[in-house]
């Protein structure tokens, strides 16, 4: 794929949905931090309903060390390995309180020295709270990209670093919210639904369904 044809891609999921956001709820890094982490393996709608509960009684590393890691679990339970994200979560907070005074830290190396905090995590918070131009691969990201040709690679490592390189400059803050939303709504795993995809004439997926 050439870079004419990826600027008109991204020019095109741009004006379809021009301010593009996580669909986690967040107001503080903090909260999308937590959300971010006890997301994996889980929809973003589950995530919503338990932080919906949680977030009124303890939205900062201090209230959440003051809730326990009981009162945590009873938060957050309809949410999938709740005790190993509470755990990791609570082990999180008290890294934030003792080392970075209750503050989330806005470099990747710090990010990711906290407890159940990966790459992806990381560039999320980094990108959504801290308006860095970071692109986090989930596996839509990765299946969007691979699929359609804009960065193709073998893991999501290797996608990173493509769309880093071949997103267009202007496009880069907001690229990870458009490929995760086409790939969660129109670039369907199982059925991609390419006859109402934006993006259909440039993709260089060969075997399009046209639904």
């Known amino acids: 794929m050439n870079a004419q044809k990826r600027h008109e891609i991204f020019a095109r ?25 006890l997301s994996a393996q889980a929809t973003d709608v589950g995530v919503n ?24 679990k009873e938060h957050i339970r309809t949410i999938g390995l709740y005790n190993t994200k509470a755990e990791n979560l609570m082990k999180a907070c008290r890294i934030l309180v003792e080392q970075h005074a209750g503050e989330v830290p806005r470099t990747r190396q710090a990010l990711e020295a906290l407890p159940g905090v990966g790459r992806k995590t990381a560039n999320v918070v980094l990108n959504t709270a801290f308006g860095e131009p970071t692109i986090a691969v989930d ?9 359609t040709g804009i960065a193709k690679g073998k893991d999501v ?10 997103v267009p400059r202007e496009f880069r803050q907001d690229a990870h919210h458009w490929l995760i939303l086409h790939g969660r709504y129109t670039c369907l795993a199982r059925r991609p639904r390419c006859g109402s995809c934006v993006i259909e004439d440039l993709c260089e997926f060969k075997d399009k369904i046209d639904l």
């Open 13 to 37: 999921l741009r004006d379809h949905n021009p301010e593009p956001t996580t669909e986690l709820h967040w107001s503080t890094p903090f909260e999308l931090l937590a959300a971010v982490l």
């Open 49 to 72: 309903k338990a932080t919906a509960r949680l977030f009124p009684v303890a939205n900062t590393p201090q209230a959440i060390l003051d809730l326990g890691l009981d009162g945590l």
């Open 139 to 147: 596996t839509h990201i990765f299946r969007v990209s691979n699929r």
């Open 157 to 166: 490592v290797e996608v990173e670093q493509k769309l880093l390189r071949h």
